[in-house]
């Protein structure tokens, strides 16, 4: 009797730590990311910084949910010179869509964005998930 029981208790230990494990991975462990280069090009007298970064498809059912796909996400903004502080309201942005509070800062080879949404139906300020440092890559 008292092998069965050190077993049981055995089972229900590592079950545990299974489940706990699994619960991290599916709610705390977040695969999507930045990548570290961003790419600056001069179009037309405006300069285009573009980032990447890989991003979770949005799930439907609970099969894609267990699959955790990713795709590569590209965001592009149209900033008025290629090195200083640029300020959000500097950076143009869609018709219908909030505009940008915050700065992108340019200082050689290092870029840093800082740049939230200035909601102004919930009077919040939403970050950007470009936000981040990165290295510049610049194109000719």
């Known amino acids: ?14 079950s545990g730590i299974f489940l706990v494990s699994l619960i991290w991975y599916f709610f705390f462990y977040n695969l999507a990311y930045n990548f570290k280069e961003a790419s ?23 099969i894609s949910a267990l699959k955790r796909d990713t795709y590569i996400e590209t965001e592009s903004f149209l900033i008025p010179r290629a090195t200083g502080i640029i300020q959000g309201k500097e950076i143009p942005t869609k018709k219908g869509y909030y505009n940008l509070l915050g700065n992108i800062s340019i200082t050689n080879r290092n870029l840093t964005i800082d740049l939230h949404y ?10 950007l998930s470009w936000n981040g440092e990165y290295e510049l890559v610049r194109k000719e």
Do not use: Q
């Open 40 to 62: 600056l090009e001069k179009i037309n007298g405006k300069f285009s910084l573009t980032v990447k970064g890989k991003r979770l498809y949005m799930v439907h059912d609970p």
């Open 118 to 127: 200035n909601n102004t139906d919930d009077k919040t300020k939403t970050p």
């Open 1 to 14: 009797m008292g092998r069965s029981r050190e077993i049981k208790i055995w089972f229900i230990a590592l």
